[in-house]
């Protein structure tokens, strides 16, 4: 079974500085898909970033970019010029296809503070 | 694009009664539907996945006598959780993925449920 594991429940930050969110998965799949989602106080689910695992350049959105390691299952997410409303639980994300569909499976989270 | 509405946003119903929710795909037509189930401070559970037309798979040690997942449309799916018991009070989240993007759920916004 595949397994999601972040390791750091709880993150701070302040804002305009830069923090990274750790995230390690367990798989014997050699194609698969990465996410970041972010969970604001509102519970609505955000997608902040997707990784192919068979693309070798990390993939960035804006100040979100991801530092995957796919020989060490490793899939960090660092967030630059922090803002306020970046605070938020991010789960980690790994997701596999089975036949006609895609089945997600979540790591635990980490919440991450602003500061000012 | 890619909008996915719940109804209610929250409900609450005494033991033993039955409660409907809705999820609806607005803008694009969902082949798959997932429900996940969120308990405070705990990460997305995966209960079940839905086809459009056909039976719903359910997750280990998800009961599917007690959790009805019916998918009619290619718009709509619905969760009715049967026999309602306090324990059953969670956050409970629907995705939806489309033919074409396998690969991606794009989330609702959740319905809150308590169970008195």
């Known amino acids: 079974a595949q397994t999601v594991t972040q390791s750091q429940p709880e993150m701070s930050v302040q804002e305009a500085e830069t923090v990274t969110l750790s995230c390690t998965y367990d798989?014997?799949?050699?194609?698969?898909?990465l996410f970041w989602y972010k969970q604001p106080p509102s519970r609505q689910m955000i997608l902040v970033i997707r990784?192919?695992?068979?693309?070798?350049q990390n993939a960035t959105e804006n100040r979100f970019s991801v530092n995957f390691q796919k020989a060490a299952k490793s899939f960090s997410l660092k967030i630059s010029d922090s803002q306020l409303g970046d605070a938020a639980m991010y789960f980690c994300?790994?997701?596999?296809?089975?036949?006609?569909?895609?089945?997600?499976?979540f790591g635990t989270g980490t919440r991450l503070q602003v500061t000012l | 694009g890619a909008v996915v509405s719940q109804h209610p946003s929250w409900v609450i119903c005494k033991s033993g009664t039955s409660v409907k929710i809705e999820c609806r795909s607005l803008?694009?037509?969902?082949?798959?539907m997932f429900w996940y189930r969120q308990f405070p401070k705990q990460s997305l559970m995966l209960m079940a996945t839905?086809?459009?037309?056909?039976?719903?798979?359910?997750e280990q040690g998800v009961e599917k006598d007690k959790f009805l997942i019916n998918h009619a449309s290619l718009t709509l799916s619905t969760l009715t959780v049967t026999s309602a018991h306090p324990e059953d009070s969670s956050f409970y989240i629907c995705?939806?993925?489309?033919?074409?993007?396998?690969?991606?759920?794009?989330f609702g916004p959740g319905t809150r449920l308590t169970v008195l």
């Open positions: 839905s086809n459009e037309g056909s039976k719903a798979t359910y």
């Open positions: 994300a790994y997701e596999i296809h089975t036949g006609t569909a895609s089945k997600l499976t």
């Open positions: 995705s939806a993925s489309h033919k074409g993007v396998i690969d991606t759920q794009y």
């Open positions: 803008d694009f037509q969902a082949t798959t």
């Open positions: 990784q192919e695992a068979y693309k070798q």
């Open positions: 798989t014997s799949e050699s194609d698969y898909y």
